[in-house]
């Protein structure tokens, strides 16, 4: 419960909101940072998914030692359909800003206002009677309530808007407040689930289109392009998403975990991808691309590694994305460092090549959503020539991207965030889930190699959701 003092602050804060509300005349926004008790983000999520909002985020970092949980929305930013679509996400932040009452005595990266969120892989997606329908574009929470742990400890952000015509509810935003942390010690109960029944027959219609891209690939129309796959899994009852977060919480280390709700649909994923990560005036991205399964034994995964890193067909696709990355970086900074050599990424499923590039920007108050639009779609998710790569996607692919393997994460009011590319991923709508695979198609690949690739890439998704090895309740 909040104390008599901590509460005095918080009213005299949502005062002075108050205040600049009628000085400006416009809806100002008040925003308090309080240090917490422990608590586990997750369950903080389930005490209040159904008593504050549906409306709810997580992130987690891949070293595991850096969560968000949003529940409710005090704004939410529909994005808009348009190529402008990630300057006007940010034109909105910074007039949510503008004025805004911050009392964070913190100082912690990802408290105080902070937007979460994701655009669609594509402006321009159909929405009607798809399964986007509900997140359309893309949209982002700056949420009513946020929890932020650290290594150093746990946060709560309380966000609220102030208007000059109307009394702020303080004394009902307390009582929201304090009942947000009760009985947050009970712990997940174990399920147990039917087995899914899973829907693919379109696989040979992939494959044959994987073929035909292989084909434009050799006749030189297009050097590389990825091509994904939908399953489609169906239950007798409704798998719970929060129980669904925590299988991939459990199962995926060294991966970042993300989900965001939006009128009772869920897109969550485990992915080993970041596409840019800002801390101050540095920049961090990541390029993952060219796989290979892991071995079963050390010896086995060993020789994997040393081969992958030696494969011709993986190193060139690894290279496109490089080369990219490493040319915005290059416009963006004063210093870029990168390894010259990739590296292996070793996840539970998959080997990745990997090469991590950081820089120190030259304009230090540059938008990280500038740089996300730069950066999306890598070669890693659209490939080489971009324009034609999309043309082929959209002829060649049986399913609409959506958010599957879209920018989603988070900005700070302070411009500090991170955004990763939303893959290894699934859309949960009541009975059923959709999961996403894709791979990187070059002159060299063999589309039934392919296809296998991607069912390795479902994995973290269909383990999560009870498809394989399905945990038995403890
Ligand atoms: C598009 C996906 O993976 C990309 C990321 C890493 C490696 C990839 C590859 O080796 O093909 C893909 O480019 C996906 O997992 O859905």
């Known amino acids: 419960m909040m104390d ?60 595991g030692n850096f969560q968000l949980a949003g529940v409710g929305s005090e704004k939410i930013i529909r994005v808009n359909p348009h190529p402008n679509r990630f300057e006007h996400v940010q034109n909105q932040w910074s007039e949510i800003l503008d004025q805004a009452v911050i009392d964070n005595p913190t100082n912690v990266k990802g408290t105080g206002p902070l937007l979460f969120g994701s655009f669609s892989f594509l402006p321009n997606m159909k929405v009607e009677n798809s399964l986007w329908e509900n997140f359309k574009s893309g949209l982002f929470y700056l949420p009513k309530f946020l929890v932020t742990k650290n290594d150093k400890g746990t946060y709560l952000t309380t966000n609220v808007f102030c208007f000059p015509d109307k009394p702020c509810q303080i004394t009902r935003l307390r009582k929201e407040r304090d009942q947000l942390f009760f009985h947050n010690e009970e712990k997940l109960t174990p399920l147990t689930f039917d087995q899914p029944i899973i829907k693919n027959e379109n696989d040979e219609k992939w494959i044959e289109n994987v073929g035909k891209a292989v084909q434009l690939l050799k006749e030189n129309y297009i050097k590389k392009v990825v091509l994904a796959r939908e399953l489609r899994l169906t239950f007798q009852k409704e798998r719970p998403f929060l129980y669904v977060l925590n299988q991939l919480i459990k199962q995926q280390n060294n991966n970042y975990i993300f989900s965001i709700s939006h009128n009772g649909d869920h897109f969550l994923g485990a992915t080993p991808e970041r596409l840019v990560r800002k801390e101050g005036n ?31 067909k993986n190193l060139g696709e690894h290279a496109f994305v490089v080369e990219m990355i490493n040319s915005v970086f290059q416009q963006y900074c004063d210093h870029v460092k990168k390894l010259n050599q990739p590296e292996i990424m070793e996840n539970r499923d998959i080997l990745h090549l990997y090469t991590p590039v950081e820089g120190v920007l030259s304009k230090e108050n540059t938008s990280i959503f500038e740089i996300v639009e730069k950066l999306h779609p890598t070669p890693a998710m ?41 893959i290894r991923s699934g859309l949960l ?19 039934l190699k392919e296809y296998e690739e991607t069912n390795i890439k479902f994995r973290p998704m269909l383990r999560a959701l009870g498809g394989i090895d399905v945990e038995s309740p403890k």
């Open 4 to 63: 008599v003092d901590s509460f005095d602050d918080f009213q005299h804060t949502i005062q002075e909101g108050r205040k600049k509300a009628k000085e400006f005349n416009r809806a100002i926004l008040v925003s308090v940072v309080e240090k917490i008790q422990n608590i586990d983000p997750l369950l903080f999520l389930r005490k209040n998914i159904e008593s504050v909002a549906k409306e709810t985020f997580y992130w987690e970092n891949s070293s």
């Open 282 to 312: 540095r920049i961090f991205s990541a390029c993952v691309a060219g796989s290979a399964p892991t071995g079963k034994t050390f010896q086995e995964k060993e020789e994997m590694k040393r081969d992958l890193l030696q494969d011709k």
């Open 382 to 422: 659209g490939g080489v020539p971009l324009g034609k790569a999309i043309s082929l996607i959209q002829e060649l692919e049986l399913f609409e991207r959506g958010l599957y393997a879209s920018p989603i994460g988070w900005v700070d009011h302070e411009s500090n965030g991170e955004f990763v590319v939303a």
């Open 429 to 447: 709508k009541g009975t059923e889930a959709s999961i996403f695979a894709g791979c990187g198609i070059v002159k060299d690949s063999d589309p």
